[in-house]
């Protein structure tokens, strides 16, 4: 998969339209769409994005994001994507639907065929939608496709209601949104090693500052090592209080039938539930019985 950030020319591609933060179950439902119909007629397929959200240059702010641009593109290229281009939000944000669509898709890509959500909107003000791209088909000569939403236990998939459940701790309601356990990446730093003193050493991440955080409590996970090789894991994410005040958030992770030394290893931690909120105990003593507990809980 190629990664395109200047535009140029690239005729006669299937292109599917959006930001697609999360690459949730919908999206890959729109992109996938677009995969089939390039295999079908024969051509290439592309993802038509942003870099960065929108609304960080609509409003100052970005909501924070659900996976790493890293991992987003990992998820794309297995979906079949052959290129993704990324475009400059403000080179683009003034211009109407009609512009945006003649002047960018139209004239570098003249595709062949265009997949988007049911509620895709572009061009100034949101004022273009999935009935503008289906009105202009006969004049570009494209096929337009606009996905219907998906929906888990009666609630729509959207990106923003994935954010909603991490924020929450309904971590598994989140992963079944995304079609995969919601994970965070970090590479491993020495922490206090209190844990080791208590016979349940961890490995130490900081927490990414620009992914959706859960709240603060303590988790059943998996732990994907740098290598590979997966292990069951009991984290804590918050700031420990039983033994640090410094206020600094991690994520700290003790893994199961594990023994090794992880220091500056990157490690993949994917949540598959929230068993407890972070507690701050009286001493070591009830923190050590607390996570032996915790532990239980999880078989």
């Not at 991992?71 to 297995?78: N, Q, S």
């Not at 009105?135 to 219907?148: H, I």
Request: proline share 5%; charged share 25%.
């Amino acid at each position: 998969m190629e990664i395109i950030r200047e535009l140029r020319e690239i005729p006669n591609l299937s292109l599917a339209l959006g930001f697609f933060d999360g690459v949730h179950i919908g999206h890959q439902e729109v992109i996938s769409c677009a995969v089939r119909a390039a295999e079908k007629l024969g051509c290439q397929s592309a993802v038509l994005t942003f870099r960065e959200h929108p609304s960080y240059h609509l409003t100052g702010e970005s909501p924070n994001y659900i996976l790493t641009l890293e991992d987003k593109y990992k998820y794309l290229e297995e979906l079949g994507v052959d290129y993704v281009i990324e475009l400059d939000f403000p080179s683009v944000r003034n211009l109407t639907p009609a512009e945006y669509l003649e002047g960018i898709i139209i004239k570098y890509f003249s595709p062949r065929f265009i997949s988007t959500g049911f509620n895709h909107e572009f061009g100034v003000g949101k004022s273009g939608n999935v009935k503008f791209l289906s009105d202009y088909q006969d004049k570009y000569a494209y096929a337009y496709s606009a996905t219907p939403p998906q929906s888990i236990w009666g609630d729509v998939v959207s990106s923003s209601e994935i954010r909603r459940f991490i924020k929450t701790g309904v971590v598994d309601m989140a992963s079944s949104m995304l079609g995969r356990k919601f994970s965070v990446r970090g590479t491993v730093i020495k922490g206090r090693q209190l844990g080791k003193t208590i016979g349940y050493p961890t490995a130490n991440i900081i927490y990414p500052l620009d992914i959706v955080e859960p709240p603060y409590g303590v988790y059943d996970v998996d732990v994907e090592l740098d290598d590979g090789s997966l292990y069951r894991g009991l984290a804590n994410f918050g700031i420990s209080p039983t033994v640090s005040n410094d206020g600094i958030p991690i994520l700290e992770v003790y893994l199961l039938d594990y023994d090794g030394n992880l220091y500056d290893k990157e490690l993949k931690i994917s949540f598959t539930r929230m068993i407890r909120p972070e507690i701050k105990f009286d001493n070591l003593d009830a923190l050590k019985m607390q996570i032996e507990f915790d532990l239980h809980s999880m078989y």
